[in-house]
């Protein structure tokens, strides 16, 4: 059971736009920032938004991130095949001194 | 460019150890916190263990909490995590991360 909540899997068709949401907690979400990660198996995570909604050198602008409480949620419009990732949300979380992560949600474009 | 290099990874039989180093270059090393994240087959990213740019703070997933124990040398800019009683639960990729940047990964097989 992971601290962040994430949905499992998501999905949409090229040139849609999918949303994918990230739950916390005050210690969590609700204090610190969270980062939304993209990750292909077998390679390097990569950071696609931190600061809730501020998005690295090279990461596309089809990708945005928006928190509301101890929630977050990460956009992405105009969806392309090369999407198709796993998705992790991240935060510190300050009742547990633990960087802790959702469970992840798989993306997959119709 | 930023690169972090984890090395050490491999076979090992339950109740062994290991110890993982990852070597960092194209940033300023000794002012940066440090993680370790892994991931086990089929599995979700699972963080591990963190330690301060000074090593002032460190801390441990309860998973691995008494058998770990993440050090680094900031005159060599490495980091590492060494891994006692190690359990075939603690089979995963083993990845370093600066949180804005990982590396890619080794990989840990704990079996007999």
């Known amino acids: 059971q992971s601290v962040l909540t994430q949905p499992p899997s998501a999905s949409g068709t090229a040139g849609q736009r999918v949303t994918i949401s990230c739950s916390g907690s005050?210690?969590?979400?609700?204090?610190?920032?969270l980062n939304w990660y993209q990750h292909f198996p077998g390679t390097a995570p990569k950071l696609l938004i931190n600061?809730?909604?501020q998005r690295p050198s090279g990461v596309p602008d089809r990708f945005s991130g928006s928190k509301s409480g101890t929630s977050v949620s990460l956009a992405i419009s105009g969806l392309q095949s090369e999407d198709e990732a796993d998705y992790y949300c991240?935060?510190?979380?300050?009742?547990?001194?633990?960087?802790?992560f959702g469970g992840g949600t798989k993306l997959t474009v119709l | 460019q930023v690169q972090l290099v984890e090395s050490g990874g491999g076979v090992v039989q339950p109740g062994g150890s290991l110890r993982l180093s990852c070597a960092a270059s194209?940033?300023?090393?000794?002012?940066?916190?440090m993680h370790w994240v892994r991931q086990a087959p089929g599995k979700g990213l699972e963080w591990v263990a963190y330690?301060?740019?000074?090593?002032?703070?460190?801390y441990y997933a309860d998973s691995v909490k008494g058998r770990f124990t993440i050090s680094r040398d900031n005159s060599k800019t490495s980091l590492y995590l060494q891994m006692n009683s190690l359990r075939v639960e603690d089979t995963a990729v083993y990845y370093c991360?600066?949180?804005?940047?990982w590396g890619q990964g080794t990989m840990v097989t704990v079996s007999s």
């Open positions: 991360t600066k949180a804005d940047y």
């Open positions: 330690i301060q740019y000074d090593e002032s703070n460190k």
């Open positions: 991240a935060a510190w979380d300050d009742s547990l001194n633990a960087w802790v």
């Open positions: 600061s809730n909604n």
């Open positions: 005050s210690s969590n979400i609700g204090t610190n920032t």
């Open positions: 194209g940033f300023s090393f000794s002012n940066y916190d």
